[in-house]
């Protein structure tokens, strides 16, 4: 593998729930530092697209190449390897999932001692470089309930990071928060997209998928209908459905 191959390939990937077929046949690369949204509208299958990235679904066929580790029916993980690729894997989403009994710092460093064998001082030096990175140092001794949703998303997103993820995976991360404090959130989104992370965000918020992302991709009915810059997907869509789904977003504006 080098630096200039794809760091997440899904290959002809389809994923069912029974006999619902959830996706449809998606193949998909994403470059090391490349930022992708995906847009679509609800029910064509996003979260669980994302979802199959660190293997929380498991594909009927396909295949799925993260970083070094491959997965597809004739070549399962072992349970060594799938919580290597879950930890390569840094994910966001809508509602963040602190532990509630924890301090910030804790909340942090806690997995960095219990996943990577960090010490405490380690794990706490980290996680004060994190919370300087999401702007959150005066807050490394407070519990999660004492902060607003906007704060702590971005504690999600430093506790995601602290594991040293190869990519991060955002599942609709501001859609639970009011506009402002979404806002706060999407900035410090867009600073770990200029640092160069990759980034596969699931995301209603056209404007900031037009202004940071490097690509759109238009998901419906669980297949991928559009992609491409989002200049060109967002303001001239070649598919009716993706013309639809916008014109229906930016009417709501
Ligand atoms: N665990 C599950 N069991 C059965 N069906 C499911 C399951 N998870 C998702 N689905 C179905 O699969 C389809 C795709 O769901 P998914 O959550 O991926 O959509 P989405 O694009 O993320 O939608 P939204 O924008 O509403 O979040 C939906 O029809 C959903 O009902
Ligand atoms: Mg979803």
Redesign the pocket.
Known sequence: MTDQDPIVRLQDINIK??A?H?VRNVTLEVARGEVVAIV??????????LRTINMLEQPVSGTLHVGQFTFSLDHELTSKQLLALRRSTGMVFQSFNLFPHMTVEKNISLPQMRVLGRSKSEADSRTAKLLERVHLSDKAQSYPARLSGGQQQRIAIARALALDPQVMLF??PTSALDPELGLEVLSVMRELAAEGMTMIV?THEIAFAAEVADRVVV?AD?AIIEQGEPEQVIRNPSSPRTQKFFRAILDRH
């Open positions: 729930y029974g619902y959830a679509g509208p609800s029910g064509a299958g996003k979260s669980t697209l599942d609709e699931v998901m669980g």
